[in-house]
Structure formats: C-alpha cells, structure tokens
C-alpha cells in the first residue's frame, strides 16, 4: 500500500521509519524529497567532493562527465515498508540522468547513493542540499523474512570502495567518449546529408542507451 503524507509522518514521529535529517517541508502527498549531499566523485577528476553545510564546495559535472553521489539524508526502513525511487524533473530538465536500482528494499539502512551522467553538452552545477530524487513509501501486508544486509559505508556516508573501483573502469570511460561522440555529431550536422544523419546519430543514441542500461543495472 502506497503511504500517503500523513502516514509517512507518522512513522517517522513513531520511530517506525527513520529519515534523518526529517524535514515535514519536504513531505509530498505520496513522497519524500531527498537531496544532495556527503561524498561525491567525479570520472573526470581523483579528488573526492564533500559537500557540506556552509561549504563551498560543489559538483561540477562537465559534458559526458559521471559521477556517484550520496542523499544528505540517511534512511532506515523497517522489514515491513520498501521505497520506490523517482527521478526528479528538474534534473532531466538540466540533462542530467540518475542511474540506480528502482527499489529501497526494506531493512535498508544508511544514505542512498547514486550515479548521475551530464547528457547535457554544457557543464552542470550542484550545490549541498539541491533536489536529487524523490522516494514513494510502501507500506507491506506482512514482515518480510529477507532483508538487505547493511552496508557499513552506506551507515558511515561513504561512497564503498567497490563503487570507487567501479568509477575510474572502462565503462566509465566509454560511457563518456559515447557522450562525446554524440555531441560531435550534433555540432557537425550541417555536414551531413539528411540521410546520413538520420542514420548515424539514431544508432549512436541506441549504444549510448545500451551502455547506460548496463551501468543502471550495476546500482541495483
């Protein structure tokens, strides 16, 4: 069952469901808004982001750039409520994809983390506590008997190593040089016949499509 707004507030005043830091501004009618803060990475550069309160640090994300960014909130669901993720508008509005599992499992506990890619050709800015995602709440028939096993840096706010790894591999690298590839193509139409655009550019789209598919699997 889908929780509506009083519902998820009072599992979090029950203790039931734990959203910390708890903000009732940002309860939607059948949502919680989550945004951006910790531990942030970005394919282009080594140097780890922490994006703070009073900070000035912020995510710089250049054209065809990736990155794995963490929620400034950390969340703990009982065995009895899961969360589906939505990606909010004005992200897509900007070009920005957010690539992750579709599912909070319950039992899940520590900060969501998620990669994001600038499909945009223009460099894009994000700042502590900008909007990145919203969670709908549902609410189970039953205990369930699995939960996810917890994730020590996840609980800390850290961006697991594996994810690390995972940031500076091939895939990262060719995610990007497909997104470059398109954007030449854009700047270079003029020179093309329209048959020939026609047929390029939907087929480089397709693989671009094909690889940011595998990464969304990985997150999952």
């Not at 500076?168 to 854009?186: A, H, Q």
């Not at 139409?189 to 655009?197: A, N, Y």
């Amino acid at each position: 069952m889908l929780m509506r707004d009083t519902e998820i507030k009072a599992a979090v005043e029950s203790g039931e469901l734990i959203i910390d830091p708890f903000e009732p501004g940002k309860v939607q009618g059948a949502s919680y808004d989550l945004a951006l803060g910790g531990e942030a990475l970005v394919s282009s550069s080594d140097k780890k982001i922490l994006l703070a309160p009073n900070s000035s640090a912020n995510l710089r994300l250049g054209a065809g750039d990736f990155a794995l960014v963490l929620t400034k909130e950390s969340v703990k669901f009982p065995d009895n409520i899961a969360g589906v993720i939505g990606m909010r508008s004005s992200l897509a509005r900007k070009g920005l994809m957010l690539l992750a599992g579709m599912q909070i499992d319950p039992g899940f506990e520590g900060h969501l983390r998620f990669g994001l890619y600038n499909a945009s050709p223009r460099r894009i800015t994000l700042d502590y506590d900008d909007e990145l995602c919203m969670i709908e709440l549902h609410k189970l028939s039953g205990h369930v008997e699995k939960t996810v096993p917890p994730n020590p840096d996840l609980i800390q706010g850290r961006i697991p190593e594996s994810d690390r790894d995972f940031l500076y591999s091939l895939e990262t690298t060719s995610l990007s040089e497909l997104g470059e590839s398109v954007r030449e193509l854009t700047k270079n139409v003029g020179m093309m016949s329209k048959v020939l655009f026609q047929f390029i550019v939907p087929l480089t789209l397709a693989i671009l499509a094909g690889v940011i598919t595998i990464v969304v699997s990985l997150f999952k």
